[in-house]
């Protein structure tokens, strides 16, 4: 089963809407990351929050992390059609032994966001 | 800088027909990663490499060879191609290993007959 898991699978609103997506993981991480992905394009980094941090902003992006509910979500504010794309998290899971990190990353199956002019 | 780029874009295999996918970076990161995108699967890493002449098997490794002569440059070999090796091949960099953003190249969309 996956690590990371997104929640909803798609999403659809209107220009100027927020939209939040939600992403769960089971193991504990050293830091849980957002990319955003154009149709037939490679992944872009959006924003990194630690383990330690619970929320993050940068620009219309505003991450949360819970540990204790191992989730964390991602909002994006006044939504543009240009935000159309799907959205990944990706854990940086912790070892068992010594709690030290794997320097891998573990994608989610992402959100597809839709949003209409 | 050109960042991440991926040769080919495009590529259709028979079954059983070998080639390597070419991954190069401009950005002197130590860490490069090969990853499968599959509808629905999200992306599984396959090969990753911690720096110049080391590779390490990833989530789905079976099927593929990587190597890491040169440290801006991490090929992906298929030996035998098969159906199930039908897929987006993305690469990836970063600078270091923990708190590592990923860069990301443009993909290639290979297709196994």
């Known amino acids: 089963s996956q690590q990371g898991e997104e929640d909803p699978q798609a999403l659809s609103i209107q220009e100027g809407e927020n939209a939040t997506m939600n992403c769960s993981y089971k193991t504990s991480i050293n830091n849980l990351q957002w990319y955003r992905q154009n149709s037939g394009r490679g992944l872009v980094h959006l924003i990194l929050i630690r383990s330690n941090e619970r929320e993050k902003h940068s620009g219309r992006l505003r991450v949360t992390l819970d540990t204790s509910k191992k989730s964390s979500s991602l909002l994006i504010t006044a939504s543009r059609a240009a935000d159309t794309a799907s959205y990944f998290c990706?854990?940086?899971?912790?070892?068992?032994?010594?709690?030290?990190?794997?320097?891998?990353?573990?994608f989610g199956q992402g959100t597809i966001l839709t949003v209409h002019p | 800088n050109a960042g991440v780029t991926q040769t080919p874009k495009f590529r259709v295999l028979k079954t059983g027909q070998s080639m390597t996918l070419l991954c190069a970076q401009d950005?002197?990161?130590?860490?490069m990663y090969w990853y499968r995108q599959d509808p629905g699967m999200g992306l599984r890493l396959i090969h990753y490499s911690v720096g110049e002449g080391t590779t390490a098997k990833g989530e789905v490794p079976d099927g593929y060879n990587v190597s890491r002569l040169k440290k801006q440059n991490f090929l992906l070999g298929l030996e035998s191609a098969a159906p199930s090796q039908t897929s987006v091949y993305f690469c990836a960099s970063s600078y270091k290993r923990v708190y590592n953003e990923q860069f990301f190249g443009p993909g290639t969309r290979l297709t196994v007959l």
């Open positions: 990706a854990t940086d899971v912790l070892s068992n032994a010594g709690g030290t990190s794997y320097g891998k990353l573990t």
């Open positions: 950005m002197n990161h130590e860490y």
